[in-house]
């Protein structure tokens, strides 16, 4: 896997935070700190977006005509059975 070089704008405060990081041991470099965010967000990417998409749903299902205590029945019964209560 070849290395490509890009250019990006920082702000004076987001470069000293950058290079604090590098100089507290955290990371080699700037670059490895930057690698390291881009990991981390292809990480976290495919749950926003199922996050979202669960966001979405409960919006498109409209309103519920359950009460409060009967959603909360539900929810602990879902919780029994998946052995998290």
Do not use: H
């Amino acid at each position: 896997m070849g290395n490509i070089r890009k250019t990006i704008t920082l702000t004076d405060q987001q470069d000293q935070w950058i290079k604090a990081q590098a100089t507290a041991g955290n990371f080699a470099d700037d670059s490895e700190y930057i690698r390291e965010l881009i990991r981390r967000d292809q990480e976290q990417y495919p749950k926003l977006r199922a996050l979202k998409a669960a966001i979405q749903e409960g919006l498109d299902s409209g309103v519920s005509d359950k009460t409060i205590p009967v959603i909360m029945e539900e929810v602990e019964a879902r919780l029994r059975d998946d052995g998290c209560l």
